[in-house]
């Protein structure tokens, strides 16, 4: 088993910025994929950026330019720096989890980000 604690979200206004942090723990293997998927309100879940424990990095269009994702794999936790937010940028924010190896995968718990003035 594999749980992810995810912290950083919140209120903030259009243009300016949130951090969030995922970090994981238990039975983790050092061959995996981490990331961000966000769903707002009606809409389906969606990939917002994502890194594998080699450091490779995809982002959807929409964030492309405003978001960064990183990773320290010492301590098993990815952030998402998040940049000129948009109110299109509402939505709740998952992390996930995925081995490369047994393609066990995992959700946390979700965190709220709000963009409005």
């Known amino acids: 088993q594999v749980q992810l604690v995810e912290s950083g979200g919140g209120l903030v206004q259009p243009g300016g910025s949130l951090r969030l942090s995922c970090a994981a723990s238990g039975s983790i293997n050092n061959v995996n994929i981490m990331g961000w998927y966000r769903q707002a309100l009606g809409q389906q879940r969606e990939l917002v950026a994502s890194i594998t424990s080699a450091g490779t990095i995809a982002y959807s269009e929409s964030v492309k330019g405003r978001f960064t994702i990183s990773r320290v794999n010492a301590r098993n936790t990815i952030y998402l720096q998040m940049n000129s937010l948009i109110p299109e940028d509402t939505a709740v924010y998952y992390c996930?989890?995925?081995?490369?190896?047994?393609?066990?995968?995992?959700w946390g718990q979700g965190t709220q980000v709000t963009v409005s003035s």
């Open positions: 996930y989890y995925k081995s490369l190896r047994t393609r066990d995968a995992y």
